[in-house]
């Protein structure tokens, strides 16, 4: 079965800095997706991005980029330029590619909080 | 933007009575999905649903659980006897194809 870690139960980040979230994955598949989704105060979960396993570029989204290395097991995520709405938790997923309803299973997530 | 919806937003009940959660997922997806989040903790998958019948589930689905797609919109998740560890938010998620899967707001479920 897969599992996914993250280290960091929480951090803190000035607003406008750069903070890095780290995520690492166990699994023995090669087809594979890697998300992450953040959930803000209002518990909502929003996609931030999405990385391709099979893609050697890291995936980015204005300031969000990914740093994705799969020999590592390893998919960190780079906020730069921190917004205050940027305040929430961030969640790391893992999707094996299976043909059809492939479920997503999560880290315990990382509490990220943007001090003014 | 399409998005997937949920009701009620929050939802309290007496232990052992049956609670039935509602969503309406985007409307060309064909790929549906329950997820629980206890308070504090990670988001679990409970059940996949694909073509009218249940793809995968988890080892929280139990009896207790079940999920139907009545019409072309609506996907529910009924727990028929809720326990207090019944008590989390459950999300819809659903989904086109492969990748993304688009989450709905939540339904704050609490068992007393």
């Known amino acids: 079965a897969q599992t996914v870690t993250q280290s960091q139960p929480e951090m803190s980040v000035q607003e406008a800095e750069t903070v890095t979230l780290s995520c690492t994955y166990d699994?023995?598949?090669?087809?594979?997706?890697l998300f992450w989704y953040k959930q803000p105060p209002s518990r909502q979960m929003i996609l931030v991005i999405r990385?391709?396993?099979?893609?050697?570029q890291n995936a980015t989204e204005n300031r969000f980029s990914v740093n994705f290395q799969k020999a590592a097991k390893s998919f960190s995520l780079k906020i730069s330029d921190s917004q205050l709405g940027d305040t929430a938790m961030y969640f790391c997923?893992?999707?094996?590619?299976?043909?059809?309803?492939?479920?997503?299973?999560f880290g315990k997530g990382t509490k990220l909080t943007v001090n003014p | 933007e399409p998005e997937v919806t949920q009701t009620p937003s929050h939802q309290v009940t007496q232990m052992g009575q049956e609670v039935i959660l509602r969503c309406v997922p985007i409307?060309?997806?064909?790929?549906f999905y329950w997820y629980r989040q206890i308070l504090g903790q990670k988001v679990e998958f409970l059940v996949s649903?694909?073509?009218?019948?249940?793809?995968?589930k988890s080892e929280i689905f139990d009896d207790q659980f079940s999920v139907e797609r009545p019409d072309g919109s609506n996907f529910t998740l009924k727990i028929r006897s809720t326990k207090l560890e019944d008590s989390a938010m459950y999300f819809c998620?659903?989904?086109?194809?492969?990748?993304?899967?688009?989450f709905g707001p939540g339904t704050r479920l609490l068992v007393l």
């Open positions: 409307s060309n997806h064909l790929y």
């Open positions: 990385q391709e396993a099979y893609k050697q």
């Open positions: 998620a659903s989904k086109l194809a492969a990748e993304t899967q688009y």
């Open positions: 997923a893992f999707m094996k590619l299976q043909g059809g309803s492939e479920k997503l299973v």
């Open positions: 699994t023995s598949e090669s087809n594979y997706y």
């Open positions: 649903f694909y073509n009218n019948e249940i793809s995968e």
